[in-house]
């Protein structure tokens, strides 16, 4: 099970931190990823890290903006989001896969809200 929290509504320029819990597997053994999905449109690939948390990947769009991180002793992963912009205002989805982080990831959270304003 994957739990998103920390999305909300914030300013451009702001942060956010989001935190996606995961729960009933070993976490150690998931790579883990967040995507979000801006209204509408599809949904869309944002930051990824190994399953050891050494290797990490970003949508060009968030490179230098976004950093992904995980606790593997907290079963937990992030996303620290600074120099926010409208553009950025999506539903963000935690994702997890022992193989690869996509669209066919097998596990999925449900979802938190970002709201950017200008």
């Known amino acids: 099970q994957l739990v998103e929290s920390g999305g909300g509504l914030v300013q451009a320029g702001g942060s956010l931190r989001l935190s996606c819990a995961f729960s009933?597997?070993?976490?150690?053994?998931?790579?883990m990823g967040w995507f979000r999905q801006p209204p509408g449109k599809e949904r869309e690939f944002v930051a990824s890290?190994?399953?050891?948390?050494?290797?990490?990947y970003y949508a060009d769009s968030v490179k230098g903006r976004f950093t992904i991180s995980r606790d593997n002793h907290k079963n937990t992963v992030y996303l620290q989001m600074n120099s926010l912009k409208p553009e950025d205002t999506a539903v963000y989805y935690c994702?997890?896969?022992?193989?690869?982080?996509?669209?066919?990831?097998?596990?999925w959270g449900q979802g938190t809200l970002v709201t950017v304003s200008s």
């Open positions: 994702a997890a896969d022992v193989y690869n982080i996509d669209r066919h990831s097998d596990y």
């Open positions: 890290i190994n399953y050891a948390g050494v290797r990490t």
């Open positions: 009933g597997r070993t976490f150690g053994s998931f790579h």
